[in-house]
């Protein structure tokens, strides 16, 4: 358990570090303010990181930013070895976060939901029963005097 404690401590650490480098430290116009860093997980040896990222923009942007995500690798692994001070520096890899597009497409559903409630709504409203306001049958009032004499013999 102290293991998964380190790789979370690393793998924050790594966060910090790559987002803090890449709003100030690169100098790559395809990694502008539109890239955030989303997630990191390092593996249980600490050898391996994947960075998790979002780029709020069209598609173009998103290549983009990973092209320059893939140039700075190097320098981006170089900080992190410095801030971290571990024996070996976890090689980076960067993986595009489907977290918003996933939030996206579900408040798309849970609209197309509410558009559907409120037909229904509109289509109920003034609307009334096939079978009248109570659809139940009852017995008629005769029927209960006959079967009571019934039960009497």
């Known amino acids: 358990m102290a293991d998964n404690a380190r790789a979370k401590r690393l793998a924050d650490l790594i966060r910090e570090v790559v987002a803090q480098k ?8 395809r990694l502008g303010s ?16 994947t960075v998790f990222y979002t780029v709020y923009g069209d598609d173009e942007e998103r290549k983009a930013a990973a092209a320059g995500l893939e140039s700075a690798k190097g320098i981006l692994r170089s900080e992190v070895g410095r801030a971290a001070g571990v024996k070996f520096t976890p090689t980076l890899t960067f993986v ?3 977290l ?5 497409t579900i408040e798309d559903l849970l609209d197309k939901a ?16 096939a079978a009248g306001p ?8 005769d029927d209960t005097t006959e079967t009571d004499g019934d039960a009497a013999e």
């Not at 539109?34 to 990181?49: C, F, P, S």
């Open 100 to 104: 918003p597009d996933t939030a996206r």
């Open 96 to 98: 595009a976060d489907a």
């Open 134 to 141: 109570d659809p139940y049958k009852k017995p008629a009032e």
């Open 22 to 29: 890449l709003q100030r430290g690169i100098k790559d116009p």
């Open 34 to 49: 539109h890239v955030t860093i989303t997630d990191t997980r390092v593996t249980g040896d600490l050898r391996e990181a």
């Open 114 to 129: 509410r558009q559907s409630d409120e037909k229904v709504r509109e289509t109920a409203t003034g609307a009334t029963y």
